[in-house]
T-cell receptor, first 114, second 112 residues
Framework: DTGVSQDPRHKITKRGQNVTFRCDPI?????LYWYRQTLGQGPEFLTY????????KSRLLSDRFSAERPKGSFSTLEIQRTEQGDSAMYLC????????????FGPGTRLTVL | DAKTTQPTSMDCAEGRAANLPCNHS???????VYWYRQIHSQGPQYIIH???NNETNEMASLIITEDRKSSTLILPHATLRDTAVYYC?????????????FGKGTRLSVIA
């Protein structure tokens, strides 16, 4: 399977703990996006990378959130001191670097903060 | 990105064509119309996109009006597996690196 993969698929944690999610984009896709989706809403943009450079962050990305893409391949999203409001589906998408190219999404990581 | 409006929900009988409308009256000349769908608890799945001309692929057809202010996604023979939330997004622009802006989409229920 050459699609976008995410790990883990599900994460349950207690409030105050740190969690880290991983995204492996489609090979040769140099743009990588993170989105968050809460129940009943469409996905909302968090941040994106072009290769290893983080080019844009949404105001949704509080200082407890950090994302990296150290070698321009896989990416990690870390949430520190989790809160119940962080419970959501975290989605990763990737695309090639051309004007109209399509974003392809992974299956998502569902986070539940107790 | 241009804002899009879609009906909240629609029903379609299995085997019939599902026609999902989308209004994007403020779309700019270089923005594309994208359609994604999301089946429960899965990531959004790309369906089709277009700029001006009608498009067809193995999943669906996209009909864009001549003034580009609206479009219709057509699933020619809907099956129960097509039950999902369908999102219409107008995006792209000159730089082509804008994140996708999702609304609430249309919840399509295919009924046996």
């Amino acid at each position: 399977d050459t699609g976008v993969s995410q790990d883990p698929r599900h994460k349950i944690t207690k409030r105050g703990q740190n969690v880290t999610f991983r995204c492996d984009p489609i090979s040769e896709h140099n743009r990588l996006y993170w989105y968050r989706q809460t129940l009943g809403q469409g996905p909302e943009f968090l941040t994106y990378f072009q290769n290893e450079a983080q080019l844009e962050k949404s105001r949704l990305l509080s200082d407890r959130f950090s994302a990296e893409r150290p070698k321009g391949s896989f990416s990690t999203l870390e949430i520190q001191r989790t809160e119940q409001g962080d419970s959501a589906m975290y989605l990763c998408a990737s695309r090639r670097d051309s004007m109209s190219d399509t974003q392809y999404f992974g299956p998502g990581t569902r986070l539940t903060v107790l | 990105d241009a804002k899009t409006t879609q009906p909240t929900s629609m029903d379609c009988a299995e085997g019939r064509a599902a026609n999902l409308p989308c209004n994007h009256s403020t779309i700019s000349g270089n923005e594309y119309v994208y359609w994604y769908r999301q089946i429960h608890s899965q990531g959004p799945q790309y369906i089709i996109h277009g700029l001006k001309n009608n498009e067809t692929n193995e999943m669906a057809s996209l009909i864009i009006t001549e003034d580009r202010k609206s479009s219709t996604l057509i699933l020619p023979h809907a099956t129960l597996r097509d039950t999902a939330v369908y999102y219409c997004i107008a995006t792209g622009g000159v730089s082509g690196n804008t994140p996708l802006v999702f609304g609430k989409g249309t919840r399509l229920s295919v009924i046996a």
